[in-house]
């Protein structure tokens, strides 16, 4: 089935602990997002690339990163994981970017003591 | 700095009735609004949208209304159904810029 497949589906992660959170995506879209979901803030863009080897800062990229580094994936990396982050991650992507749909992966949840 | 905002986290509705979901927004840049649907554990999934140039879209139950000058949009369901109870997420976009979200409205639909 097309779409978008996150790894993993959740996680707990101690402070101060790398993680990548993975993103992969079968639909040839050009452009992907990383976004995260938190209680009365919506979602909030993290990072986005409008095309492989191209990357851009969101609303919120501060203690992240993300490369690009062909058409399917778009891993997110946390480099020293702080409680703040704690919070459900979505991956998405869309055709063309700017106003095309964004499909959604399912999320990946992550808690950060 | 919330460009998009829904100011009602939950709408409780009786099933056959119209469900009148807000959503008001500051920047006069975006020129593409769009609503996505997220039931728990999944993603949002993408519903309907409306370009700047029309002020209502329709895709069976489901109609988009744009007042520009208000900078508001709603999203009417008519009529709901009790498989419409999700969290409905209105969103923005400038044409080469990226997409900026509410915070969402939980929707309920009672048999």
């Known amino acids: 089935i097309a779409g978008i497949t996150q790894a993993p589906t959740s996680q707990i992660l101690a402070a101060g602990r790398r993680m990548t959170l993975r993103c992969t995506q079968d639909?040839?879209?050009?452009?992907m997002y990383w976004y995260r979901q938190d209680l009365g803030l919506g979602l909030r863009l993290i990072h986005y690339s409008n095309t492989a080897g191209t990357t851009g800062k969101g609303e919120v990229p501060d203690g992240y990163s993300v490369s690009r580094a062909n058409t399917d994936d778009f891993p997110l990396t946390l480099a020293s994981a702080v409680p703040s982050q704690t919070s459900v991650y979505f991956c998405?992507?869309?055709?063309?970017?700017?106003?095309?749909?964004?499909?959604f992966g399912n999320g990946t949840r992550l808690t950060v003591t | 700095d919330q460009q998009v905002k829904q100011n009602s986290p939950s709408l409780s509705v009786q099933e056959g009735r119209i469900s009148i979901l807000n959503c008001d927004y500051t920047n006069s840049m975006f020129d593409y609004f769009l609503w996505y649907k997220k039931y728990p554990a999944e993603g949002p999934t993408f519903l309907i949208s409306?370009?700047?140039?029309?002020d209502k879209n329709e895709d069976g139950r489901f109609t988009v209304f744009l007042n520009k000058s208000a900078k508001h949009l709603s999203l009417h369901i008519v009529p709901s159904q009790p498989g419409d109870s999700a969290v409905y997420f209105c969103a923005a976009s400038q044409s080469l810029g990226d997409m900026r979200f509410g915070a969402g409205t939980r929707l309920t639909v009672k048999p």
């Open positions: 998405a992507s869309s055709v063309t970017g700017g106003s095309s749909p964004l499909h």
């Open positions: 639909m040839r879209h050009n452009a």
């Open positions: 409306i370009s700047s140039i029309k």
